[in-house]
């Protein structure tokens, strides 16, 4: 009965999340369905005030900062005119005839760098848009286009990254945002290239057929909503340059020479190991907002509306993101989640990389988030899997890296709030556009994680 009351919970979840209901209401109401379902209603207060505000806000702690700063980063080179001066930099270096990978490029130097994947949604977008009209490509495969970009290989492969989706299993596995770098670089070529290679032999076939750009509501071309950019392209590459080196610097070069024991006597809980990887991004994506902040000084039209949204921006997507954990804890906690994780962690006991793998693509695709469904797999079974893979000699640079990527392939499901807030920005529906986006987000994604698996499970973590 409690296996079957976790999955009428799960599939409510869905169902509900993809009809637009919030997560932060629904999580603790299909905690609380799928602890009365259980036979156990003596426990439903206990489990949300004890077991679902707990972990939500351990959550919170740990990541919180992580949310509104890069939250803030973002909003302030959306501000500056600096994500627009990236886009139109490259349009101008690349110019028309390479318009699919224009956007893609110009969506991956913006995340990668830390800007939030949904500013630079809404950056790129018009000026996808102008030059898809422009050059006759069908604007169907945009958001495909603006996915790859931004939902892929900056997200969850390429080393160094500052996106929380490789931020979360730092503190789990003591590892840093460059585990792995070698097969996360692989990984993101894979994406990358499979996926642009994928979307230009469809817009060739299509223009082939007489498909031009279609009839939209946005037919005039469109301007954008983004400042006007009053800085060359080099200038405004400088902050996401200081967000990926500071953070290499500190994670390879500083940290590792500094003696933190002095600091156990005051802070018995501290992990060194564990924390100085995510103190390099904390401090990165401060110093580069800083730095936007100072150099653009007599420039900004509102520094303080500015800042209060990069803020504000941040608390939706950190509370549902901890409200999940939150309901992940309550079903943990669960007679039939035993039985669920011996299933999980019995498909390959030999190899927990399989096994880590399946569990976050599972949940992640059930949440429809990619950090809500790794949150909640390593929230539940991370201690496990890393006494695992230490037990079977596999790196945990290698557990990480694995688990960021797993988070990415099926996280994407057509009832993704990412998925349909991309639709909404580009004025397009699932019907047209979400084919595409299932290859870009979904099929190259989960062959990318394949292959690192196979790899690592060869010749290890490099």
């Known amino acids: 009965m409690s296996i079957l009351a976790i999955l009428i919970s799960l599939g409510l979840l869905m169902f509900l999340a993809y009809r637009g209901i919030t997560v932060l209401l629904l999580a603790p109401l299909m905690a609380a369905l799928a602890v009365i379902l259980s036979g156990d209603a003596a426990a439903l207060l206990p489990s949300y005030t004890v077991t679902f505000m707990s972990q939500l806000g351990g959550y919170l702690a740990k990541f919180f900062p992580l949310f509104i700063l890069g939250a803030l980063f973002g909003q302030l080179m959306a501000d500056s005119g ?7 930099g490259l349009v101008k270096r690349l110019g028309t005839r390479h318009v699919i990978l224009t956007v893609v490029l110009a969506c991956a130097l913006l995340t990668y760098g830390g800007v939030s994947l949904f500013v630079v949604a809404f950056a790129v977008y018009p000026i996808g848009a102008q030059l898809f009209q422009r050059t006759g490509t069908p604007k169907r495969l945009l958001p495909a286009a603006i996915a790859l970009g931004s939902f892929t290989f900056t997200m969850t492969a390429l080393p160094g990254t500052p996106a929380i989706q490789n931020a979360i299993p730092i503190p789990y596995f003591q590892t840093n945002s460059f585990a792995a770098p070698g097969l996360g670089i692989i990984a993101g070529l894979i994406m990358l290239g499979l996926g642009t290679w994928w979307l230009k032999g469809r817009a060739s076939k299509a223009q082939a057929q007489g498909e031009g750009y279609g009839v939209h509501k946005d037919e005039a ?47 018995p809980e501290l992990d060194p190991a564990g924390a100085t990887g995510m103190w390099s991004i904390l401090i990165a994506l401060a110093f580069a ?71 976050v693509n599972v949940l992640a695709g059930i949440t429809g988030s990619s950090s809500g469904g790794m949150s ?82 060869l010749v290890g973590s490099f």
């Open 82 to 88: 600096a994500a627009h001066a990236i886009s139109e």
């Open 221 to 267: 071309l469109e301007e954008s909503p983004a400042p006007a950019a009053q800085m060359g392209m080099i200038t405004a590459l400088i902050p996401l340059v200081m967000v990926i080196g500071l953070n290499a610097l500190l994670t390879y070069l500083v940290f590792p020479r500094i003696d933190f024991s002095y600091l156990s006597e005051a802070f």
């Open 289 to 359: 907002s800083t730095w936007l902040v100072i150099s653009r000084w007599k420039q900004w039209a509102d520094l303080k509306t500015t800042v209060n949204n990069g803020c504000f921006g941040a608390m939706l997507p950190v509370f549902n993101t901890a409200s999940e954990v939150g309901y992940g804890a309550v079903i943990a906690s669960l007679a039939g989640f035993a039985m669920v994780k011996e299933a999980v962690l019995g498909l390959y006991p030999a190899n927990p990389l399989i096994s880590e793998a399946v569990a």
């Open 376 to 457: 909640i797999a390593l929230s539940t079974l991370g201690e496990t899997y890393r006494e695992m893979a230490v037990n079977a000699g596999i790196d945990l640079e290698l557990m990480h890296r694995v688990a960021a990527l797993a988070a990415g392939s099926m996280d994407t499901l057509p009832h993704s709030g990412a998925v349909i807030t991309l639709l909404t920005i580009c004025k397009l529906t699932h019907r047209q556009s979400y084919g595409q986006m299932f290859m870009m987000t979904v099929a190259f994604p989960m062959l990318a994680l394949i292959a690192v698996v196979t790899l690592g499970s």
